[in-house]
């Protein structure tokens, strides 16, 4: 009758191993997936911070000129309201220009009328990297002088 009593607590010691071995697992899945997540998110906030900067880089380059810009870039240039220029540049999942229809990420500039001051114009403006849902990824200003 001892011999039997030793096997049934070895039986449930082995059972409260196996749970608690379990509910760890669970938990290691769940940080694992929340790490996978979180590390796309990131590798895509930092493609979108390199979008973001060499645009910015090519906006002050070009002085301001919106159809260079929009050729080095490979977006499309559209006017908006009084004197604001949009200009949009569409990204696939590998960050390579595209067009709209496959697109997944969007690179826009919105820039004022141009101050002129002394013949020289200054365009000014924000850049903006979102997603093609509308969550924005990156967002500064802009400047640049003709």
Known sequence: MTHRSKSTLFLIEQLIVIAVFAICAVA??????????????????????????????????????????????GGIGEIAGSGNTVITIYYNDAWQACNQGNASYVLSFA????????????????????????????????????
């Not at 009328?113 to 990297?129: K, M, N």
């Open 28 to 73: 290691c899945i769940s940080i694992l997936t929340s790490a996978y997540f979180t590390a796309g998110d990131s590798a895509a906030t930092s493609q979108a911070i390199l979008a973001a900067e060499s645009g910015a880089e090519v906006f002050k380059a070009t002085g301001g000129d919106f159809e260079e810009l929009v050729n080095i870039l």
């Open 111 to 146: 820039i004022d009328a141009p101050r002129v001051s002394r013949g020289i114009s200054l365009y000014s403006g924000e850049l903006t990297v979102e997603k093609i849902t509308g969550e924005e990824l990156v967002s500064f200003p802009v400047a640049a002088r003709n």
